[in-house]
């Protein structure tokens, strides 16, 4: 028995040396691939090849490596757009590079202050002599807009262009919520915060239905006047308001009939299409040729970008991103969580930066986390560092709390800005519970015990409470403003009220001050910043990536073409489909799990994403009993 029982201690010792060998061996090799510095692809020359799969942003997301492993489909591709100017600004300039291709057929757009930006830098490329070409099975507005730069813009045969115009209805859930009992608790300030009416209304109030009419005519007439200097003979009139006689003048062929608009130069399937641009820049050597990007000499965008890296060369200017829905915690890249970018700014405050440029592309969000920021920024001033502010596609209500910290602040025509107004949301249950035969009582000490109860209703001091809440922190918003942009908190008020305006209207009513994108906003904090003539570079502030976030994103992501192609109207109005669907879901998700006081322009998001534009932020939401059971309701209206 002795005997039997030392035989197994060893063999369990035995078993208990291997389980560690095999543990030591697999974390030896995790490190490994963690560790592994890939060789950088070699610089082809001929083409640069941009295959934009996905969207333009202003900062790549870090994804969340569990919601990655549950995830059904691979994440949406994003690009950010200083990655794609750079490329082609370089590209211009070098003399490796004889064309530029951009292959659009799986483009889902990013907002017309970076599809301008993409625009100018082709545009560059094409003054240095450098043809450039684009491709794709169908064209929508936002790709309409980069092809009409090129020099050759093909389409496949059975595809055609589509132009819509920024636009469309938005979901109200007054309706769906009187059915089942639920109440919508609503404070704001601003008679134009239209990001609660959803909640409050069947339909548009006639105050939220002027403004975005206001911006949408805005935003369509720059699109229009940008595809007029691009392509003075091409015209979308036909097609935006008479699809039927568009349709008939080309008889019946879209692609035709996108030729004959002068959206498109040559119609022809992929094959012709890369045959063409083998006999410009040359055919592939020593590659498979039934590989479809393997027909003619190209470099791809990412070699590209480790081949010629963003210039170190001088003193250097921090630029600091504030990118998504601005929320309280540690969220982010791609949601700006307060304390994140906070203390972002304080880890670099001295660091010897000569000055800081904010970059703003945010809907808002959090009011606490936006005034977070906002004084993290203010060190800076504090230790008379030039701040200046530079806006992207949005910068509105909390984007807009965050730029008031600068001393100078930039905005484009397209931007969209102001939306100064705050709101809260809450919702309670009582009608719904009182119809199942349930009922609430008890015993309070004082008025406000037990609130605000969400199961038996609110009571009439909480409800004071709430709005009074939100009032102060509207009062706290037009101090702000007001001693930012020298103003009385009435002024500010006036242009307030939740309103929003677009960049060259701000600048009007004194809430920007220049118009420019985020090179003229470098060029202007380097001066400010005693610079002269000097060289510089803009360093961006960012944390550490994690290795094992990043080797699980790249493992699990969508090799770069792998994804259907929109390839006519139909595909583009599933792929509408499915994103008015994510957009509804997001916006119960948000009234249900809204943290805090809110300075949110939801109408941006809604706008600035317009038929192909890429997914709207999130609002901060909770994922508990409440969000579950609207998300249900949801799913069954």
């Known amino acids: ?130 043809p450039v070409l684009t491709f794709a099975n169908a064209y929508a507005d936002d790709g309409v807009m980069l092809a009409a730069h ?16 920024p636009g469309g209805n938005h979901l109200f859930y007054k309706n769906l919520f009187d059915r089942f009992g639920v109440k919508a608790h609503v404070y704001r300030v601003g008679t134009y915060k239209s990001a609660v009416e959803p909640y409050l209304r069947a339909d548009m109030s006639e105050a939220a239905r002027a403004n975005y009419e206001d911006i949408y005519e805005a935003l369509w007439d720059g699109w229009k006047a940008d595809l007029a200097k691009a392509r003075p003979k091409a015209s ?59 027909r003619y000499r190209h470099t791809a965008l990412g070699t590209w970008l480790t081949a010629n890296p963003a210039p170190t060369k001088g003193e250097a200017i921090g630029v600091v991103t504030v990118a998504g829905t601005i929320v309280d915690g540690d969220a982010g890249p791609g949601t700006a969580g307060g304390d994140r970018i906070a203390r972002l700014l304080d880890d670099n405050l001295d660091k010897g930066f000569k000055a800081l440029v ?22 800076y001033r504090a230790k008379k560092i030039p701040v200046v502010i530079s806006m992207g596609n949005l910068a509105a209500s909390g984007g807009y709390w965050v730029s008031t910290a600068g001393e100078r602040i930039f905005a484009e025509p397209d931007t969209l800005t102001g939306s ?80 929003v305006w677009t960049g060259r209207e701000a600048m009007e009513r004194g809430l920007v001050d220049e118009m420019g994108g985020l090179d003229a906003a470098l060029a202007y904090a380097a001066k400010k910043g005693g610079l002269g003539n000097e060289p510089w570079h803009a360093q961006y502030l960012a944390e550490p990536v994690d290795p094992f976030d990043s ?34 879901g997001r916006a119960v998700q948000a009234l249900a799990g809204t943290s805090g006081i809110q300075a949110y322009c939801l109408s941006c998001t809604a706008v600035d994403g317009a038929l192909s534009g890429p997914p709207g932020p999130t609002l901060t939401a909770g994922s508990g009993g409440l969000g579950s059971w609207l998300r249900i309701l ?4």
């Open 420 to 499: 100064i107004g705050v709101f809260a949301v809450v919702t309670s249950f009582e009608k719904t519970l009182a119809d199942l035969g349930i009922t609430s009582d008890g015993v309070k000490t004082t008025p406000l015990s037990g609130e605000p109860d969400i199961l038996g209703g609110f009571s009439p001091e909480v409800e004071a409470l709430l709005q009074g809440s939100v009032e102060s922190t509207y009062a706290k918003f037009l101090g702000v403003a007001g001693k930012a942009r020298d103003m009385s908190p009435e002024a500010v008020d006036a242009v307030g009220q939740g309103r």
């Open 358 to 379: 904010v970059r703003v592309d945010s809907p808002g969000g959090s009011a606490m986390a936006s005034e977070r920021i906002r004084r993290a920024i203010l060190r």
């Open 551 to 584: 080797l699980l994103a790249q493992v699990l992501a969508r090799p770069s073409g792998e994804e259907a192609a929109i390839s006519d109207y139909a595909a583009l109005a599933a792929r509408v489909h499915a994103r008015r669907m994510e957009q509804a």
């Open 1 to 130: 028995m002795q005997f039997a029982s030392k035989v197994w201690k060893l063999l369990v010792g035995i078993k208990d040396a291997l389980v560690l060998l095999l543990l030591v061996g697999f974390f030896t090799v995790l490190f490994g691939a963690l560790s592994l510095r890939p060789t950088p692809a070699k610089v082809e020359g001929g083409a640069l090849l941009l295959q934009l799969d996905g969207v333009l942003v202003e900062e790549k997301s870090t994804p969340d490596p569990f919601q990655l492993l549950l995830a059904q489909q691979a994440p949406v591709g994003e690009y950010p757009v200083r990655d794609v100017v750079r490329a082609l600004e370089s590209a211009a300039k070098d003399e490796r590079i004889t064309a530029v291709v951009l292959d659009l057929s799986r483009f889902l757009g990013g907002g017309q202050v970076h599809e301008r930006a993409v625009a100018a830098a082709i545009d560059e490329v094409r003054a240095a002599r450098k």
């Open 236 to 294: 979308v009139a036909q097609m935006t308001q008479d699809p039927a006689a568009w349709i008939a003048a080309g008889k019946g062929d879209l692609a035709d009939a996108s030729k004959a608009a002068g959206l498109v130069d040559r119609i022809g399937d992929k094959t012709e299409f890369e045959q063409r641009v083998a006999k410009i820049v040359g055919e592939a050597k020593g590659t498979d040729k039934a590989d479809h990007a393997a």
């Open 150 to 165: 090129a020099s050759e813009v093909w389409v496949d045969p059975m595809g055609a262009t589509f132009v819509s115009g």
């Open 634 to 637: 949801t799913a069954g209206s």
